[in-house]
C-alpha cells in the first residue's frame, strides 16, 4: 500500500498527545499546581523553563503536559458519548424508518439548528463548570453528523442480501442492527468519530477559555490561555505554547482522520485503483 | 404422525396495497409439502412464487400483506403465531436459501462466524461449541479444509463456496423445511449441478422438506417429486415431476415444456426449432378478467375470457386449472 502522509503524520501527532498525556508524571519537570514561586514569575523561555513560567511562577512545559490529559480525556470521551447516542438513534432510525424515523430526523435537524457551542454553553450553565459536566455538555451536542451518517448508511444497508437474509434466519431487529448493519458501517463513523474528537478538544478550549470548562488552578489548554489574555503582549509564550498544543493536536486528529478515510471509504479506494 | 403435512396452504391470497386501491399479486394458491418431500414452484418472474415464500416465512413486508387464506405449519396458523414465535421458526425449523450467493453473506464477518451464529441465536449454545460445530456443518457440505475456511471471509470465496456456506448456514439447526428461492440461479452450469446434488443429498438424508422456487422447469422436475406451475399469481397446474414432462395439460405448461431444449429429443419430435410462448406476462394491476393465461393461449375461447377455470383433478393427485385442459 502507497505510504500514506497524513495517515502517519496524523497518527503521529495524536500518538504524542497520547503519550504525553498518559506519561504526564514523568515527564512534567514540577507539579503543574502546586509549584508555584513568585521568585521566578514570567521567566521567558529558557533551558531551565523550557516553555517559560506564568505569573505565579509555574512551569508552562508542565502544565501544558498535565493539560494534554484533560483536553484529550474531554475530547475521546466526549466524542465516544456522540457516537453513541449518534449511532444509536441514526442506525434505529434508518432501520426501523417510520415514526421513529420521523422523530429522530426531527431531532437531528434541531440538533444542527442550534449551534452546538451556544447548546453546550447553556448545558454547561444548568450545570456548572468542571470536568463531569464538560463531558455531558460536549458529549450531547455533537452526534448529529455520526447520526445522519448512520442513518444513510442503515437505509442503504438493509435491503442488503444479507441483512435479508439475516431476517429469513431468524435474526431479531436488534442482533441485525448490531452484527449486519453496525460492522459494515463502522469505516465511515470511525472517520467522523476521529474528527469529532478535533472539534470536542477546539470546544473544550473554548468553554475553558470562556471560563466555563475545567476550574483552575487545574491545567487545560484552554484555560491556560485564557488566563495568559491579559499577558498575552508581555508574555507571549503564556499564549503560544498551549495554542501550539491544540493547534497540533487538532491537526493530527483531522490528518488522521482524512487518512483513515482514505483506507476505509471503499469508494475512494476504487477510484485510487 | 407421517399422514399430517409438514405444510399447508389454503387459499393464500397476498394483496400489493397501493394507497387505497388493493390488487391480488397471489390468489387462490394451495398447496402441501409432506415431511421430507421436495416440491417446486415454477414460475416467470413476478408470477408470485417468491412472495409466496416470503408468506410462509411470515417474512412479507408492506405494501404486501396476506389477505385471505391460511398457512399451517406443523399443524398450526403460521399467522396466528405472535412475531417472537414466528422469528423462533425461522433459520430454526424453517431455512431459506437464496438466488445470490454473493450479497446473501456478511461482507465483514468470517464464514464460521455467521455459522457458528445460527447454533448460538436457535440452539443456545457457547460461542466455543458453535464454533466447533460450524466448522462440522461446513465439512458436511463438502468444503475442504473446513477449519481453516471458517476463518475466510465471503470475498475470499469463489461463488459455489459461498453457496455451500449459505447451505450449511440455511441446515445448520436441521429445519423441516428448506426454501430454496433460485438456489443456483447465478451459478456456472457445472457448479450448479454440484450444488443441487449437494442439496438434494443433504436434504434427503436429514428428512429435510424442500420447497424449490425456480423458473427453470427442467431443473425443478429433476430436483423435485411434485412440481406445481405458477402462471400470473395462481396455480395452474401440479402433477408429480415425471408427469408434466410427459402429459403436460396446461396449455401454458405445454408451452414451458415445449420451450425447454432437450438433447437428442427434437430432432426425433421431428421438430426442428424451439417454440416459445406468444405475448408478454400480464402487468399486476391488469390481469385479465377470467383465465389469467386466455390472452396469450392458443386455446382460449369465450368462456376463458369470462369466466375463472375452476380446478379440475387429474389421476396420482395432479390437478389443473383450464377450461381445455389436455
Known amino acids: 500500500m502507497k505510504l500514506r502522509a497524513n495517515l502517519i503524520i496524523g497518527g503521529a501527532l495524536f500518538a504524542l498527545a497520547i503519550v504525553v498525556g498518559l506519561l504526564a508524571p514523568w515527564l512534567a519537570h514540577t507539579d503543574p499546581v502546586l509549584d508555584a514561586n513568585l521568585m521566578n514569575a514570567e521567566e521567558a523561555p529558557s533551558w531551565t523553563w523550557w516553555f517559560g513560567t506564568d505569573a505565579q511562577g509555574r512551569d508552562i512545559y508542565s502544565r501544558v503536559v498535565y493539560g494534554a490529559r484533560i483536553s484529550l480525556t474531554v475530547g475521546i470521551v466526549s466524542q465516544l458519548i456522540n457516537s453513541v447516542i449518534g449511532v444509536g438513534l441514526g442506525l434505529s432510525a434508518g432501520y426501523w424508518g417510520g415514526w421513529w424515523d420521523d422523530f429522530v430526523n426531527g431531532l437531528t435537524n434541531l440538533m444542527l439548528a442550534i449551534p452546538s457551542l451556544i447548546f453546550a454553553l447553556a448545558i454547561m450553565a444548568v450545570l456548572g463548570p468542571g470536568l463531569t459536566s464538560l463531558l455531558i455538555a460536549l458529549g450531547l451536542t455533537n452526534w448529529s453528523f455520526t447520526c445522519r451518517l448512520a442513518r444513510a ?26 452484527t449486519q448493519l453496525l460492522p459494515n458501517m ?15 478538544v477546539l470546544s473544550e478550549a473554548a468553554l475553558s477559555f470562556l471560563g466555563l470548562g475545567v476550574r483552575p488552578p487545574f491545567p487545560s489548554w484552554g484555560s491556560m490561555l485564557s488566563e495568559a489574555r491579559e499577558q498575552i503582549t508581555t508574555a507571549p509564550w503564556l499564549s503560544v505554547f498551549p495554542g501550539l498544543a491544540i493547534f497540533l493536536t487538532v491537526l493530527g486528529l483531522n490528518l488522521l482522520g482524512d487518512g483513515l478515510r482514505d483506507i476505509l471509504d471503499p469508494q475512494s479506494r476504487s477510484r485510487r485503483i | 404422525m407421517t399422514g399430517s403435512p409438514l405444510i399447508e396452504v389454503e387459499d393464500l391470497r397476498i394483496d400489493l396495497n397501493h394507497g387505497s386501491s388493493r390488487v391480488a399479486a397471489v390468489e387462490g394458491v394451495s398447496f402441501r409439502i409432506d415431511r421430507g418431500e421436495t416440491f417446486g414452484l415454477v414460475g416467470e418472474s413476478g408470477c408470485g412464487k417468491s412472495i409466496t415464500a416470503l408468506a410462509l416465512i411470515g417474512l412479507l413486508r408492506p405494501p404486501l400483506s396476506i389477505s385471505g387464506g391460511t398457512i399451517r405449519f406443523d399443524g398450526r396458523e403460521i399467522q396466528s403465531l405472535s412475531a417472537a414465535r414466528q422469528r423462533a421458526l425461522r433459520g430454526n425449523r424453517i431455512a431459506m436459501i437464496f438466488q445470490e450467493p454473493m450479497t446473501a453473506l456478511n461482507p465483514v464477518s468470517p464464514v464460521g462466524r455467521q455459522i457458528a451464529e445460527m447454533f448460538v441465536l436457535h440452539k443456545g449454545k457457547s460461542w466455543r461449541e458453535a464454533d466447533q460445530l460450524a466448522v462440522e456443518a461446513l465439512a458436511s457440505v463438502r468444503v475442504p479444509a473446513p477449519e481453516r475456511r471458517v476463518k475466510d471471509y465471503p470475498h475470499q470465496l469463489s461463488g459455489g463456496m459461498r453457496q455451500r456456506v449459505m447451505i450449511a448456514i440455511a441446515l445448520a439447526c436441521g429445519p423441516d423445511l428448506l426454501i430454496a428461492d433460485e438456489p443456483t440461479t447465478a451459478l456456472d452450469v457445472t457448479v450448479q449441478a454440484e450444488i443441487i446434488e449437494l442439496m438434494r443429498n443433504l436434504c434427503a438424508e436429514r428428512g429435510t422438506a424442500v420447497l424449490m422456487i425456480s423458473h427453470d422447469l427442467g431443473l425443478v422436475a429433476n430436483v423435485c417429486r411434485r412440481v406445481a406451475v405458477m402462471y400470473a399469481g395462481r396455480i395452474v397446474e401440479e402433477r408429480g415431476s415425471a408427469d408434466i414432462f410427459r402429459a403436460p395439460s396446461h396449455p401454458y405448461t405445454q408451452g414451458l415444456v415445449n420451450s425447454l431444449p432437450r438433447l437428442g429429443s ?13 405475448g408478454v406476462v400480464p402487468a399486476i394491476t391488469d390481469f385479465p378478467a377470467g383465465c389469467r393465461f386466455n390472452p396469450r393461449c392458443a386455446h382460449a375461447t369465450e368462456i376463458c375470457r369470462t369466466a375463472a377455470p375452476e380446478t379440475t383433478w387429474l389421476g396420482a393427485g395432479g390437478l389443473v386449472r383450464c377450461h381445455h385442459h389436455a
Open chain 1, 153 to 178: 448508511s442503515a437505509l442503504s444497508l438493509r435491503s442488503q442480501g444479507y441483512v435479508q437474509a439475516a431476517r429469513v434466519l431468524g435474526y431479531g431487529d436488534l442482533r441485525i442492527m448490531i
Open chain 1, 186 to 200: 463502522l469505516g465511515p463513523i470511525i472517520v467522523i468519530g476521529t474528527l469529532g474528537m478535533g472539534s470536542a
Open chain 2, 266 to 278: 427434437r430432432a426425433a419430435l421431428g421438430r426442428t426449432r424451439l417454440t416459445e410462448i406468444a
